[in-house]
Antibody, heavy 121, light 108 residues
């Protein structure tokens, strides 16, 4: 059974930093692209970043470029999101998601339960 | 601002067929596969359609299609447990993954 478990969320002041982790199990982690997706209160999901199987390619939504860094450790079956210079608008539930392949294209197929990040003074 | 447009709400009675739409453009739906995600009571998203495939464990009353820059999710035989929010998603050539505005499905 595919399982994705996020950790590391919490309350942080504007301008602060936080590192999210996602522990993966139930599949061969090193064979999949992985994503972070967030959902602000009352809003729809917003993709944040994704990373290739070997970490050689990373993509980010414009609003987090230069502030957030996605990384992975295939030996530990773990995905990370380092978030710096946090702003109030980064407040959201952050989901770890596996990017599965369908018809040659990638899409999120499995999701974690999410972890809340609140940026407030 | 979401790149994909969905109707705000759709409702139906138990057993009725309902269709949700998702409109994008040539940079996203027109080029790439579309996923559909169900979210119940603000819980984690659950994939109910993955491109042209029905994920394991999803009832076959769910089906998906795509024509040009519009994708559709049909629920044939609406059930009370189908009530929730539904989001479409696709990769966008310029923006990365984009999600729809969301449709609230209500079972009357």
């Amino acid at each position: 059974e595919v399982q994705l478990v996020e950790s590391g969320g919490g309350l942080v002041q504007p301008g602060g930093s936080l590192r999210l982790s996602c522990a993966a199990s139930g599949f061969t982690f090193s064979r999949y692209w992985m994503s972070w997706v967030r959902q602000a209160p009352g809003q729809g999901p917003e993709w944040v970043a994704n990373i290739k199987q070997d970490g050689s390619e990373k993509y980010y939504v414009d609003s987090v470029k230069g502030r957030f860094t996605i990384s992975r450790d295939n030996a530990k079956n773990s995905l990370y999101l380092q978030m710096n210079s946090l702003r109030a608008e980064d407040t959201a539930v952050y989901y770890c998601a596996r990017d599965g392949e369908t018809s040659g294209w990638l899409l999120p197929d499995y999701w974690g339960q999410g972890i809340l990040v609140t940026v407030s003074s | 601002q979401s790149a994909l447009t969905q109707e705000a709400s759709v409702s139906g009675t138990v057993g009725q067929k309902v269709t949700l739409s998702c409109t994008g453009n040539s940079n996203n739906i027109g080029r790439y596969a579309v996923g559909w995600y169900q979210q119940i009571s603000h819980g984690a998203p659950k994939t109910v359609m993955f491109g042209n495939s029905l994920p394991s464990g999803i009832p076959d009353r769910f089906s998906g299609s795509k024509s040009g820059t519009t994708a559709s999710l049909t629920i044939s035989g609406l059930q009370p447990e189908d009530e929730g929010d539904y989001y479409c998603s696709a990769w966008d050539y310029s923006l990365g993954y984009v999600f729809g505005t969301g449709t609230k499905v209500t079972v009357l």
